[in-house]
């Protein structure tokens, strides 16, 4: 709180909530700012009827201070949504009294500065350093302190150090074997889900953000209210989708089946070749990946999924020794009326396409 107060956050409103028989309520002579009592009060508008029972909630739990976002971008400074500080407030036994809630702003300075110069954030990065209990300044060391100060600042706030640390390692476990990898949290205040994607950088590309956006909406049952992308010297890209989400909460087995949706859409052209070709042949699947797997060229990975793949390898794999050529006439469902397509499979010298049209007029 003394690093709120040194100029470190932009003050925009505070109320106070009384505990009155496991309730919360709102003392009327302790609000300030664009929540005193007599503003409508649009940051709150849907949360009003919620926070007595989100607070009582909070104050099951063994920790004074709770950092959130509220769905509302600030009018001052930056356009960003408010940070919600909320505070216990307990009698000299421990007993809670109520919660003093904030809103405002962090000062660019916090998102900029180490986190080892922001209290709240160091004491949460020291449990989860001494946690993994790796030997000081090894290799393992390092990078764990690289990935937490790497880590997205907002989602270190809000992120509880158990829950931190559980990420924070597996980021670490990604750069042996480098993969899809995704991570959730529910913000119980906003009632949205952060869901924070690391990708290989070398597949990254802005189609692929989408794809993902409509698949965690599609199960999520939510809409996307912002996304923010980092490409930096790491060796992944990493995406965070803030979706509002009907959903109460996400389970470590929701987080591991969406992951796997994810890593099957985010899956490069010949893996997914190899994974159909394995299915398709079995035993004999690595004599046919070592043929084939790198034998497309990209306007065709561009233009067919791999599952066209293999019907166009069965097709050059039944051809005789003295066959040369093989023609198919098809449709599918890109075709419009009255039109039909032509494949050409030539087992020597390719036919150029002023040879095929002559004959195709005639």
């Not at 390898?313 to 009326?337: A, H, L, M, P």
Request: charged fraction near 35%; charge should be neutral.
């Amino acid at each position: 709180l003394d690093y709120v107060y040194d100029n470190n956050f932009t003050l925009l409103g505070y109320r106070y909530f009384k505990s009155q028989k496991n309730n919360f309520r709102v003392q009327q002579n302790k609000s300030l700012g664009l929540l005193r009592n007599e503003r409508d009060i649009d940051f709150l508008v849907n949360f009003e009827e919620d926070l007595p029972e989100l607070f009582e909630k909070l104050s099951k739990q063994k920790k004074i201070l709770h950092i959130f976002k509220i769905n509302r971008d600030s009018s001052v400074h930056r356009r960003v949504p408010v940070d919600a500080p909320a505070i216990q407030d307990l009698d000299n036994d421990g007993n809670i009294q109520g919660f003093h809630l904030i809103i405002g702003l962090f000062t660019s300075v916090t998102y900029s500065r180490s986190v080892t110069d922001i209290p709240y954030l160091r004491l949460k990065v020291d449990k989860v350093i001494k946690k993994a209990d790796f030997p000081e300044g090894g290799h393992d060391d390092k990078a764990l302190k690289h990935i937490l100060e790497k880590y997205p600042r907002d989602e270190l706030f809000q992120t509880d150090h158990k829950k931190l640390s559980k990420i924070a390692l597996s980021i670490l476990s990604l750069q042996e074997r480098q993969r899809i990898a995704l991570f959730m949290r529910t913000d119980i205040f906003t009632k949205s889900v952060a869901c924070m994607i690391y990708i290989p950088r070398d597949r990254f590309e802005t189609r692929m953000r989408r794809k993902f956006e409509k698949i965690l909406e599609s199960e999520l049952n939510g809409k996307t209210t912002a996304y923010y992308t980092t490409l930096d010297d790491s060796v992944f890209a990493r995406i965070i989708l803030i979706i509002e989400s009907n959903k109460k909460s996400i389970s470590a087995a929701d987080e591991k089946r969406l992951e796997k949706l994810l890593r099957r859409e985010g899956r490069a052209w010949d893996e997914a070749l190899a994974e159909v070709i394995h299915i398709k042949y079995g035993a004999d699947a690595d004599h046919y990946i070592e043929n084939y797997g790198q034998a497309f060229p990209t306007a065709y990975r561009e233009t067919y999924l791999p599952e066209k793949g293999i019907k166009d390898i069965e097709v050059i794999d039944s051809f005789e020794e003295d066959d040369t050529i093989n023609v198919s006439f098809y449709r599918d469902k890109f075709c419009k009326e009255k039109e039909v397509r032509l494949k050409l499979y030539i087992k020597d010298n390719p036919i150029t396409l002023s040879d095929v049209l002559p004959t195709l007029k005639n």
